[in-house]
C-alpha cells in the first residue's frame, strides 16, 4: 500500500509563504489524481486543491484560489502545495491523499474525501495574523 508523508508546515507571519510537499512510497502515484486538504480545529476536514494524473490539469477551493498552487513531480514521487499570501483562516493541518482509482478525474468527485483512499498523517500550517 502506498504510504504518504507530508512535510513543509509551519509558523508563519500572514502574507507569508510555505511549501508543502507530500513523498509517495511502497506504491505508485503517477497514474492518480492527487489532491490536498486540510482540517482545522472543531471543523469538518475540506479539500483544498487537487492536480491530475498527467499533471495538465488543477482544481482549487474557492478559499484558495490564486494564492495556492498544486504541483507534482512524478520522478521524485512528490506533490507539493505552494501555499502563498497566507491568512490566519489558512491555519489547518494539511493532508495530501491519492484517488481510489487511477486515470480519474471528474469535477464532480474530486472535492469529495471518500474519493481518496489514502493519507497521511498531514503537517500543521499555523498562521499568525
Known sequence: QVQLVESGGGLVQAGDSLRLSCAASRG??????????????????EFVSAISWSGATTSAA???????????DDA?????????????????????SRRRRAFQWDSDSLTRRSEYAYWGQGTQVTVDS
Open 28 to 45: 505508485t502515484i503517477s497514474t492518480y489524481a492527487m489532491g490536498w486538504f486540510r482540517q482545522a480545529p472543531g471543523k469538518e476536514r
Open 62 to 72: 474557492d478559499s484558495v484560489k490564486g494564492r495556492f498552487t498544486i504541483s507534482r
Open 76 to 96: 521524485k514521487n512528490t506533490v507539493y502545495l505552494q501555499m502563498d499570501n497566507l491568512k490566519p483562516e489558512d491555519t489547518a493541518v494539511y493532508f495530501c
